[in-house]
Nanobody, 128 residues
Framework: QVQLVESGGGLVQAGDSLRLSCAAS????????MGWFRQAPGKERQFVAA??????????YYADSVKGRFTISRDNAKDTVYLQMNSLKPEDTAVYYC???????????????????WGQGTQVTVSS
C-alpha cells in the first residue's frame, strides 16, 4: 500500500509561481512512476506531468498546456515528488492530485485510469 499526501496549493495571481509537493509513504517509492493530474469543476481529470525512471534514465512527461512552465522532479531521499508551476494562468485553476502505480509504463503514463494510488488533492486557484 502507498499513501500520498499533497501540499502547497493556494490562491495566487496570474504570472505567479507555486510549488506542489507530494509526500509518499508505504512501499518502495523510488522505483515508481509518479504523475500529477488536475481536475477543474465540471471537467475531466487531466494529465499534467509525470516522471519515470527506466534503465538508469529518468524520463519526464508534460501536457502541452504546461510544457515550458511546469517542472516535475523527485527527491527519493525524502520520498517526495514536486511540481514547480511558473507563469500560472487562470486556466490552471484546479484541484491537483499526485498518483502512482508500480505497473505504469511509458505507454500508460498519461492515462489517469491506470494509476492505482492517489492523494487527496490540493486546490490551486489562479486569479486574473
Amino acid at each position: 500500500q502507498v499513501q500520498l499526501v499533497e501540499s502547497g496549493g493556494g490562491l495566487v495571481q496570474a504570472g505567479d509561481s507555486l510549488r506542489l509537493s507530494c509526500a509518499a509513504s508505504g512501499r518502495t517509492f523510488s522505483s515508481y512512476a509518479m504523475g500529477w493530474f488536475r481536475q477543474a469543476p465540471g471537467k475531466e481529470r487531466q494529465f499534467v506531468a509525470a516522471i519515470l525512471r527506466s534503465g538508469g534514465t529518468t524520463y519526464y512527461y508534460y501536457a502541452d498546456s504546461v510544457k515550458g512552465r511546469f517542472t516535475i522532479s523527485r527527491d527519493n531521499a525524502k520520498d517526495t515528488v514536486y511540481l514547480q508551476m511558473n507563469s500560472l494562468k487562470p486556466e490552471d485553476t484546479a484541484v491537483y492530485y499526485c498518483a502512482t502505480n508500480p505497473t505504469i509504463t511509458t505507454a500508460t503514463i498519461r492515462v489517469h485510469a491506470r494509476y492505482r494510488y492517489w492523494g487527496q488533492g490540493t486546490q490551486v486557484t489562479v486569479s486574473s
